[in-house]
Each structure stands twice: as C-alpha cells, then as structure tokens.
C-alpha cells in the first residue's frame, strides 16, 4: 500500500538517502530549504525548520510516516562553548523538533498505523569529551520521544536512532580530509565512519509496518563505538 511520507529536510545527508529508499511507491514530502537532489515526484514544501510554521494544508489528510533530520555538529571544549551555542543547539535539534510534531500529530493519528523517526547520538549514551552541547539537545529528543511514544500508542510509533559519525554534508569540517577520515574511521570498532546509507536502512525499517511492534526505542548504529573496546 503507497504511504504518505513526510520529511523534515531531505535534500541532503541521511534524509535524501531516506527518500531515494522510499519515494518509489509512496507519496513523499520534503519540508526543507532546499529542493536538490530530490527525484521525480517528491513533493517540495520550501520550509526552515528554525524559523517557520510548517503549513500543513499541503500535505494529505493522514500521514503513515514521519522524520526530522536537522541537527548540529558543535564539538568544542565546554570552556569554549557560548550559552548561544548550547541555546541554538536546543532549538534546531529540540525546540523545532517539538514544534513540527505538534503540527502534523494530528495527521499521524488519521492513519491507522504510523512511525515517526527521530535522531540522537551515540554522544548520549556513551559520555564523550566535547559533546556537551549537542549531547544535551540530543538526550532532550531521546526522553521526549519516550514520553510521545507511550503517549501516542497503539496508533503512533515514535524511534529514536543514534548513529555515530556519518559521513553527510553535516560532518563536512570533520571529515574534510584524508588524515581526518582516517582518524575517525580509527575510533569505530568496524574501522569506518557511518554513510547515509546506512543510517538510512534502519529509518526506512521503522517506517516499515515489518517494524510494526517496535515503540519508543533508541536504536544504535555505530560501527561498534560506544559499546566495544577493541
């Protein structure tokens, strides 16, 4: 059956390899500033997830899935970190996370049965030296996603997948060349950072009724980092 999937931001990173998995067969809306590397029939909702209201009345009536990509990458010593920083981290990560939800909850409790895909990291779980910023706003969606989840059941399924670094546009600074890859590939068990791709997989999994008993879960996917030591 075609599903109606909505994306927060989906033009690039994991979210554009989300919809090059799913737009086949389902009817996909991006909700993003950008409208690159979209293919044919995906809907384009010119929207910024810091600053809009996202106005609902173009996408359907029930939505079957949804996923909030945008996030932030602020890794410094916490002696060097602004109060702004840890406030804007809050806001694109939590704050405009919470803000969407409430507007398209409504349409994910038309569908019979729905998923929504938030991100965390694997920062959270795992304390890492100059996380503190991004780890907060992160462990902020992780209890919210919690709570939503046994508030929403049986007919809304809320995940939470914390992936390790991946290799996204978002990660640019950290991976922007050959001996910096090569470090971070270093600190994964698997030896390699994450691609979008398989960040991917697992989201496109969750929207899947094959995920249809899984609620209020943080999922790793982290090359090992975090719980190997090896």
């Not at 409790?109 to 795992?126: G, I, L, N, P, R």
């Not at 890492?128 to 996603?145: L, N, Q, R």
Request: proline share 5%; aromatic share 6%; net charge negative.
């Amino acid at each position: 059956m075609s599903k109606n999937i909505l994306l927060i931001g989906g033009s690039h990173g994991i979210g554009n390899a989300i919809v090059q998995h799913m737009h086949d067969g389902n009817n996909v809306f991006v909700a993003s500033r950008e409208n690159e590397n979209l293919p044919d029939g995906v809907t384009h909702i010119p929207f910024d997830a810091t600053s809009d209201e996202l106005d609902t009345s173009s996408l359907p009536e029930a939505l079957h899935g949804f996923v909030y990509c945008p996030g932030s990458i602020n890794l410094k010593p916490f002696k060097m970190l602004k109060q702004e920083v840890f406030e804007e981290d809050m806001q694109i990560n939590f704050f405009s996370l919470v803000k969407v939800t409430r507007a398209v909850m409504p349409l994910l409790t038309k569908a019979e049965s729905s998923s929504a895909v938030f991100f965390s990291t694997v920062a959270v779980a795992t304390g890492m030296p100059f996380h503190t910023s991004v780890a907060a706003a992160k462990g902020a969606i992780e209890g919210f996603a919690k709570a939503l989840a046994a508030e929403y059941a049986p007919t809304v399924r809320v995940n939470v997948i914390a992936p390790s670094l991946v290799d996204t546009p978002l990660a640019g600074r950290l991976l922007s060349n050959d001996s910096k890859k090569e470090k971070m590939d270093e600190l994964h068990p698997l030896k390699r950072v994450g691609t979008p791709e398989d960040v991917a997989g697992l989201a496109v999994y969750l929207l899947e009724q094959n995920a249809g008993w899984m609620t209020g879960q943080v999922l790793g996917i982290n090359g090992g980092k975090g719980s190997l030591s090896v």
